[in-house]
């Protein structure tokens, strides 16, 4: 039949050419026309191929290779051209005979690939001819268990995959091959029904568009036994490839609406459940509900290994829910049937390995939730295998389903709050966070449907009671809230639905922030998060595109704002000045303007009571609330409510009130609503109308004050322009009213204006009076000011900056006040709040001190010293509050009742120092005494400090302390300022620098240095004003405590300054015993290298004047030990820093007074040579030279010790030096000012502070330094 020119070797021409007339017919004769020539020089004879592959007695070898040799064959262009074109039909009976001849399996396989090949291969009749032939066999009788049936149906479903054309057409008897596939699902053979579901799935899916087709008679008729049948097969079948074959042919009848139809008979049919449908007959089943039925079916392939089988079985399930006939029962009849369960199950176990897997069963889940009590119970169970669902769906952008993922997280935790855990919750949340962050960075945009599932799904977390046992949620929540604001302003302007779910998700954060412990940092930085949101983010772009917003967003806001302020237990009360500084009145009244309707009306006016609530207490904000929806949304209309009688009518007498704190509220911001004039008019005539209201007490209290203090902000604004009229009768009706109601208007805040203009009105001064002194009954308790009832008074800064101004009556009014209650002897405790009002008026503004003064406080204090009858505190805070103004005031004038003060002070010191201490009051007062010494260096209280130099019981009480303290001895170390001897001592010490400052310029010509220099202590008189001699202040100066040494050392150096300024005016009056002197010296040396650089540096300049006095010194080793340290330490390399410069000072004083002598050292040219100075000046710089080195380098260059080289880098330094101090004074002008700030001697600490700095006030780096650069430079020119 076939032979193959490879198979045999190579003839000569001749041969082949006999041989080619020898076939012209095959071995049995057959006609030539029959046979094809194949490439490799055979041929086939299609005669013999069809006898052999007809012969069901034929060896399967030799049937297996022909197919084979034939489809090799058919893969050659020429022998295939010729088959179709010649015999195309004449293979297809034998090949299709074949196929319902043999048994065996690899052969069948082999001819049914081969009826493919011909089919792809030829032409459409040859395809329609194999399909008509091949289901003519499986209509031609009815079906058993036959492995040829097998084969027969396998190769029908092999051609109806191929879809050339329209296969379904080729099929004659339709209804007899229905009938026979319907019959032959009936067998218990699950291959060959496996094959009957992949034909019927085949046919339904290429023939079939939609139910009651033209196309779908046949179909139609058999279309519901063919879905149960289906289902049953599904039901009781292992194997996945049945399986899935019988699901996409299912999946086919759920899109057609078979299924619809198919439900919608069985409604009317009376059905028994089963209990175990693996063990039911088929008879029983088929008296099952198809949805029953179909819930049983698909357990199976919900539970296969197979990927693919589970995939598709869940989407059968999507397509089975998704078409109209299934309602809300038969979703229920799922969820019973716990399909739930099975879905969780598939999603436990492939849940985020496959993608389809993920889709497909949060598909199902959401289709099931529709059944709402049924699936509740489900969805608690396996809420679990959600949570890493959802976190793998919601790493993926846009993945497809995180709507239904987010659903059924947001269903959970609203249906069944408390079944879950708090990590489940805390993980979610995190979740979220992440999900919004990415879309705030632009990783991954979500669609405004998830936004709104988001805030959903954490609105539900906060709500759960899990939430609240990890803090941790409080602060994934900051970030959430920020992030979902910023996505809404940035992304979704045009979906108004998100911003209001975000505003929703905030106002449940704020609400769950309180739920959390108060002590919880998370909690409370939820609650700081939302308020700084409010603040910065939604008010801004509320307030600044008002006529862009929706109402809708707008009235959120509202509605957002309006629950944080009603909050119980918490008022923002920096939020709501942020509000309404934000001009937030007129932007309400803007959206009244925009949007006059009654919810945005409601809104409004009741958003502005809260916010008076929180700014006045005492729910101030009720007035408003009474009245709002007949308050008009125009302000002009308000102003024309507020200009009627109100006794005529009840409502508009109700929202005058209203109308009055909505004016005052705003006014207190500068948000006015109206013009000037207008509101002034409206108040006037509120007055001049109901006056007899406000007198009969009708008018509340608040109100009142709301009043007064509106018509003095407008009368104030009046003032300042000069071009608003006002009605002189509402003036004097207001006077009269606030007299008669005694209004406290200082109890609420007021505005600047308004309070300036009304104590400008000296009418009404004795008024102000009393409402001071009301003021400072409420709001001073324990020497602090307050404010009481956490209501909103006037501030102690706005009362100490009209006394500091001086524009108004303030000044006198208090210190009328202080004298009234002096003269009237009232009470101490009024006293004193007046005098504790005093000072911290003084403390913030200094220069109020001053206008105190000015209007007779000095009096008021000498009438409280002299009333002795006050108590210890009293005079306690009157001394302090004295000190106090003598530090703060420049110039202080009423000398003579400085002296009266003096006067009493000085009793008072001398009648309370005892042997033993001395109180703190006496210690207070000798610092008083001090400052009226220091302001007398500026002509100033010039006679009440000759009253304290020349008072002699004074005197002996200096003389006798400081005796006492020079016989202690070594144990006068113990007597620091931590107990009352060396407190008292260094306080008289103190006083007496201050004795010595003043009495040369108070007292000209009567100090007596000679006698305060020297001699012998028993021998000399006492003096007739404060002071203490040489070796007093010597000894001290060695024996004392540090404060004890500080403040001796000044009072020699000012001694020794004196007998120098003498010495040089004079000489030969003053008569110096060297050998005193130098003991002096002695123990002056000794205190060089003292640790107080001061105390050092005040003995060097002691020990420099001395070297002055007498010209010459004896045994120089201690000078010369001095100067080479000093010149050791400057010469060497990195040791010159700016620390050590100052460390050193004393000895640089030391060092500068040498060359001064009439017979200089010798060794200071030795100590002084050009390496060192060379060594000096290298280790110099800019920022670390003193005004003390250049000094000495100007010493230096006046004796000669400096070269050329020398001058010349010096110079270049001191240029260097200029630039530095002038790009520093701004630095150094900062510094200044903050010296300046006076601080309150409520202790006496502070006082000594104060005193010692009087004493040698802290100077800039660069003070002096410029002076001593200009000084060498003189000095240079003139040694040149």
């Known amino acids: 039949m076939y032979y193959s020119g490879a198979d045999h070797p190579q003839r000569s021409d001749s041969d082949q050419h006999l041989r080619h007339q020898q076939y012209l017919t095959c071995s049995q004769g057959h006609t030539s026309s029959l046979i094809l020539q194949t490439l490799e020089g055979g041929s086939i004879c299609l005669v013999c191929l069809s006898n052999l592959i007809s012969n069901p007695n034929s060896p399967t070898v030799h049937v297996s290779y022909a197919f084979s040799q034939l489809s090799h064959a058919l893969s050659q262009p020429q022998f295939a051209h010729n088959l179709f074109t010649f015999h195309p039909h004449f293979l297809i009976s034998p090949l299709v005979t074949a196929v319902s001849s043999f048994d065996d399996e690899p052969l069948a396989k082999q001819m049914i690939d081969l009826i493919n090949q011909l089919c792809k291969s030829g032409e459409c009749t040859v395809y329609g001819e194999f399909v008509a032939r091949v289901s003519d066999q499986l209509c031609s009788g009815s079906l058993s268990w036959s492995r040829r049936q097998v084969y027969m149906l396998h190769c029908l479903g092999i051609l109806l995959d191929s879809q050339q054309n329209d296969a379904y057409s080729y099929i004659k008897d339709k209804d007899a091959l229905y009938l026979n ?8 053979s699950e291959e060959i029904q496996g094959e009957i579901l992949f034909v019927l799935y085949k046919i339904w899916s290429t023939q079939y568009d939609f139910a009651g087709s033209r196309k779908g008679d046949v179909m139609c008729v058999h279309s519901s036994k063919i879905l149960r049948l289906s289902l049953e097969v599904l039901l009781k079948t292992h194997r996945d ?13 759920a899109c057609r609406g078979f299924f619809e139809a198919a439900l919608e008979n069985d409604v009317t049919k009376d059905y028994t459940e089963a209990d175990n449908f693996m063990e039911t007959s088929d008879h029983e089943l088929e008296k099952t509900p198809l949805n029953v039925l179909f819930a049983e079916a698909i357990k199976g392939p919900l539970l296969s290994s197979d990927c693919e089988v589970q995939t598709a079985t869940l989407d059968l399930i999507v397509q089975y829910m998704s078409c109209g006939g299934v309602s809300e029962k038969e979703v229920e009849a799922l969820v019973e049937e716990n399909i739930a369960d099975y879905v969780f199950e598939v999603l436990r176990l492939y849940g985020c390995k496959k993608d389809s897997v993920v889709i497909s069963s949060l598909q199902v889940l959401d289709l099931l939730s529709v059944a709402e009590v049924a699936f509740k119970q489900r969805l608690a169970i396996g809420f679990t295998t959600l949570i890493p669902v959802l976190r793998y769906v919601a790493e993926v952008p846009y993945h497809p389903a995180q709507c239904q993922s987010l659903n059924l997280v947001s269903e959970c935790l609203s249906n069944c709050p408390g079944i879950i855990s708090s990590s489940s919750i805390e993980e979610i949340s995190l979740v979220m966070k992440t999900m919004l962050k990415k879309h705030v960075d632009g990783e991954a945009n979500m669609l405004p449907e998830t936004f709104t599932l988001v805030c959903t799904v954490l609105v539900a977390l906060m709500k759960s009671p899990s939430s609240y046992q990890t803090s941790c949620i409080a602060k994934s929540l900051q970030d959430s809230s920020r992030y979902t604001v910023e996505i809404c302003l940035n992304y ?4 108004s639905g998100q911003m209001l779910h975000s505003h929703y998700l905030l106002k449940e954060a704020y609400e769950y922030s309180f739920e959390g412990s108060s002590t919880d940092s998370n909690y409370t930085g939820l609650r700081d998060c939302i308020l700084n949101i409010c603040e910065t983010k939604l008010l801004p772009s509320v307030t600044m595109n008002v006529n862009e917003v929706d109402e809708d967003i707008i009235l959120g806001v509202l509605e957002l704002f309006h629950s944080i302020l009603i909050q119980s237990g918490f008022q923002p009360k920096e939020f709501v000045n942020v509000m309404v500084s934000s001009s937030w009145f007129s932007f309400s009244f803007g959206c009244l303007g925009i949007f006059p309707t009654e919810k945005m009306k409601w809104r409004v006016y009741f958003l502005l009571s809260s916010i ?137 805040r007021i505005h600047k204006t308004s309070l300036k203009w009304l104590f400008q009105q000296e009418r009404i001064c004795k008024y102000l009076s009393n409402q001071i002194l009301k003021w400072c009954r409420r709001c001073i308790i324990s020497n602090q000011i307050v404010a009481c009832n956490d209501i909103e008074t006037v501030k102690l800064k706005e009362l100490a900056e009209l006394v500091a101004f001086g524009d108004n009556y303030a000044a006198k009014i208090l210190v009328c006040l202080l004298s009234e209650l002096i003269e009237e002897r009232g009470q101490e405790h009024d006293i004193a709040l007046v005098l504790y009002m005093i000072a911290a008026i003084m403390v913030l503004f200094p220069a109020a001190s001053g206008q105190l003064c000015l209007n007779g406080l000095a009096l008021a204090i000498r009438d409280l010293y002299h009333d002795h009858y006050l108590s210890t505190d009293i005079f306690n805070l009157t001394c302090q509050l004295v000190f106090f103004i003598l530090h703060s005031v420049e110039s202080v004038s009423d000398d003579e009742v400085w002296i009266r003060v003096a006067t009493e002070l000085i009793h008072y010191l001398i009648s309370t120092n005892t042997e033993d201490e001395c109180t703190q009051e006496a210690v207070l007062v000798m610092g008083i005494l001090s400052l009226i010494l220091h302001h007398s260096l500026h002509q100033n209280l010039v006679e009440a400090s000759k009253t304290i130099l020349m008072n002699t019981q004074l005197i002996s009480l200096v003389d006798k302390t400081i005796h006492d303290a020079c016989l202690k001895g070594p144990a006068l170390l113990d007597h620091d300022e931590t107990t009352k001897t060396g407190e008292n001592l260094i306080f008289m010490l103190l006083l007496n620098y201050f004795c010595q400052k003043s009495v040369h310029v108070v007292l000209p010509g009567i100090e007596d240095t000679q006698s305060l220099l020297g001699g012998d202590i028993s021998n000399q008189q006492s003096l007739s004003y404060i002071s203490i001699r040489c070796q007093e202040l010597c000894r001290l100066l060695h024996f004392g405590a540090n404060p004890v040494k500080l403040v001796s050392s000044y009072c020699l150096l000012e001694l020794f300054q004196r007998i120098t300024e003498r010495k040089r005016e004079e000489s030969s009056t003053v008569t110096l015993n060297a050998h005193h002197i130098r003991s002096i010296t002695s123990v002056l040396q000794g205190l060089v290298f003292h640790s107080d650089v001061r105390v050092a540096n005040n003995c060097a300049l002691c020990i420099s004047m001395a070297v002055e006095w007498e010209k010459h010194v004896e045994k120089d080793n201690w000078y010369r030990l001095i100067t080479e340290e000093l010149v050791l ?14 460390q050193h000072k004393p000895a640089v004083h030391i060092a500068v007074s040498l060359p001064k002598l009439q017979q200089v050292p010798k060794w200071m040219s030795a100590v002084f040579d050009d390496t060192c100075i060379s060594g000096i000046i290298q280790n110099l710089s800019p920022s670390n030279i003193t005004r003390e080195m250049v000094l000495l380098f100007r010493e230096l260059l006046h004796s000669g010790h400096l070269n050329s080289k020398n001058i010349a880098c010096l110079n270049q330094l001191f240029q260097a030096c200029r630039k530095r101090v002038y790009s520093d004074d701004i630095q150094d002008a900062e510094v200044e000012n903050k010296k300046k700030m006076v601080g309150y001697p409520d202790d006496l600490g502070k006082v000594y502070e104060v005193l010692i700095d009087l004493i040698s006030p802290e100077s800039s780096p660069n003070e002096g330094l410029l002076e001593q650069i200009e000084l060498f430079c003189q000095t240079l020119m003139e040694s040149e």
């Not at 596939?181 to 218990?188: A, D, I």
């Not at 979704?492 to 979906?495: F, K, M, N, V």
């Not at 006037?684 to 009969?696: C, G, K, P, V």
């Not at 990195?1134 to 410069?1141: D, F, P």
């Open 241 to 253: 490839d049945v399986r899935m074959n019988c699901v996409a042919l299912l999946s086919v009848l």
């Open 1129 to 1142: 330490i400057l010469a060497s390399p990195g040791l010159a820093t700016k620390s050590i410069m100052i």
């Open 181 to 188: 596939l319907v019959t032959g699902l009936q067998l218990p």
């Open 492 to 495: 979704y302007g045009e979906h």
């Open 612 to 748: 008076l609530d929180v700014l006045f207490g005492d729910e101030s904000g009720q007035f408003i609330r009474d009245v709002a929806l007949d308050l008009p949304c125009d302000p002009m209309d308000l102003l024309f409510l507020l200009g009627q009688k109100g006794s005529h009518n009840q409502e508009v007498f109700c929202c005058q009130s209203a109308v009055l704190l909505i004016l005052y509220t705003s006014s207190l911001y500068d948000d006015r609503l109206a013009d000037d004039r207008m509101v002034l008019a409206s108040l006037e005539q509120y007055i001049l109308l109901n006056n007899s209201e406000i007198l009969s007490g009708f008018v509340k209290p608040l109100i009142i004050k709301v009043l007064v203090n509106l018509y003095g902000l407008y009368r104030g604004l009046a003032k300042i322009s000069y071009q608003i009229p006002y009605s002189p009768d509402a003036e004097n009706t207001l006077f009269h009213l606030m007299q008669q109601k005694q209004c406290e208007f200082l109890s609420v």
